[in-house]
């Protein structure tokens, strides 16, 4: 009886950590949403999508992809931070995303403290473009014209804290220029308003303003990062342009519910590192001038850190008030 009591405790011993393991994530038959706090189309969306579609074939799940547009994407964040912490529900955005608190005077939510930081997935150039009836084709130019007549330069916002907002103030710091800021809900009107020549300049993405600027509607005269674009090489940097300390990124990250457990926010990283690498190597995010990133979550914490304080003071030293 001893030798038998001794034998079922030692196969208890065995198969108990079979028994402990946790079940499978993401589960068979379960589905990811990935909510975009911007409207379809935009470049957030389709780097969303772009990701998306590289974690259902890596993980075999339906992953989707649902956009939440409206309130400088609070929106949208705000239904991922009310979300069941579970690691379905996340929330793919731009580095707008963690400046509500310095944007917005009654901000939904704090997003440092509010959501479990997943990956940190690209980052890509902006381009700047001015209206086609102005007669500058240079950016030496439209400074010099800028600081003759501060009053006549208007510049297109579309969303307080984005990067083109945050990209124009750096402009205007480093360029010694003052301009007029519009604001606009969004990309599409505050170009459309360039192109009709109703305001004079527009720093935003890449992906959203080179079809115009190849089409001739809007004239692209610089790049905001230190390196020229394989998009657009004929454009040079701001750098080239004559203000040599110019550099600027926007940039694209995953968050998930505070309380998400650990363990599935290190899986859904794990996961969508090993994306963004394949969409790296398959050229599918250069084809959206997105560079890929794969960090570490703790680099991601100290990159969004440094983001907000740097920001911070930009936004601090233009005079800029929260809405």
Do not use: C
């Not at 038998?4 to 499978?24: C, D, E, H, K, T």
């Not at 935009?42 to 259902?56: I, M, P, T």
């Not at 995010?285 to 979550?297: H, M, Q, R, S, Y």
């Amino acid at each position: 009886m001893r030798l038998q009591s001794f034998l079922a405790a030692g196969l208890a011993l065995l198969i108990a950590p079979v028994w402990a393991q946790a079940p499978r994530f993401p589960e068979n038959g379960k589905t990811i949403r990935m909510i975009v706090p911007f409207a379809a189309g935009g470049g957030v969306d389709n780097a969303a999508r772009l990701l998306s579609e590289q974690l259902r074939k890596q993980l075999g799940v339906t992953v989707i992809v649902d956009n939440r547009a409206g309130a400088n994407g609070t929106v949208g964040g705000k239904a991922v931070q009310i979300a069941p912490a579970d690691g379905y529900t996340l929330l793919f955005s731009a580095s707008t995303h963690v400046l509500a608190r310095q944007v917005m005077s009654s901000p939904p939510y704090d997003p440092q403290a509010d959501f479990a930081p997943v990956a940190r997935v690209g980052e890509a150039p902006l381009m700047l473009v001015i209206s086609p009836q102005l007669p500058q084709d240079k950016l030496t130019d439209v400074l010099a014209a800028a600081r003759q007549q501060p009053e006549k330069w208007m510049a297109a916002i579309p969303a307080a804290g984005a990067a083109s907002h945050l990209a124009t103030l750096l402009l205007a710091k480093q360029g010694n220029v003052k301009f007029t800021y519009v604001p606009y809900k969004g990309t599409q009107p505050a170009l459309a308003d360039v192109a009709g020549g109703h305001v004079n300049l527009q720093f935003d993405s890449m992906i959203s303003l080179l079809p115009l600027a190849k089409a001739g509607k809007v004239k692209a005269i610089a790049i905001s990062t230190r390196m020229r674009s394989e998009l657009a090489p004929e454009v040079p940097t701001v750098h080239e342009a004559g203000v040599p300390n110019f550099n600027f990124v926007t940039w694209y990250g995953v968050w998930a519910p505070k309380d998400t457990p650990p363990d599935r926010v290190t899986a859904l990283h794990a996961a969508i590192n090993t994306a963004v690498a394949e969409l790296g190597k398959s050229g599918a995010l250069a084809k959206l001038g997105v560079d890929p990133v794969t960090e570490t979550i703790e680099q991601f914490k100290r990159y969004v850190a440094n983001d907000v304080a740097q920001n911070t003071e930009l936004l601090k030293s233009a005079g800029f008030r929260p809405e």
